[in-house]
């Protein structure tokens, strides 16, 4: 069980943890280019570069601004009751809504 005192080891798994993650987010951006929704894209791109185990970042802070920007991002969107009115949906889709 020393092998958990061994701090170096944890520092080489938080790397991998990190790489890791950053891949996912930068996949995730790339699917998102994928369906034209570029705001999502760069908020991707955001937190991976952030999260990148390249980054000059310390691991706290790393840790406190990825999810400070995703909380951020989070509250910021609006509800889909403000965000949607029936007057936005197109007159050939209203119709069938309407009987």
Sequence with gaps: MRYLYDVK????IETGVEFLIFA?????????????DFLQALFYIVLAVIISPWSQFE???KRYSASGY???QFFSLPSPIKAFK???????????CMS
Excluded: Q
């Design 9 to 12: 080891l944890w520092d080489r």
């Design 24 to 36: 996912a987010l930068m996949i995730a951006a790339i699917i998102k280019l994928g369906h034209n």
């Design 59 to 61: 691991r706290v802070t």
């Design 70 to 72: 995703y909380a951020i």
């Design 86 to 96: 029936f007057e936005d949906v197109p007159h050939s889709c209203r119709k069938c």
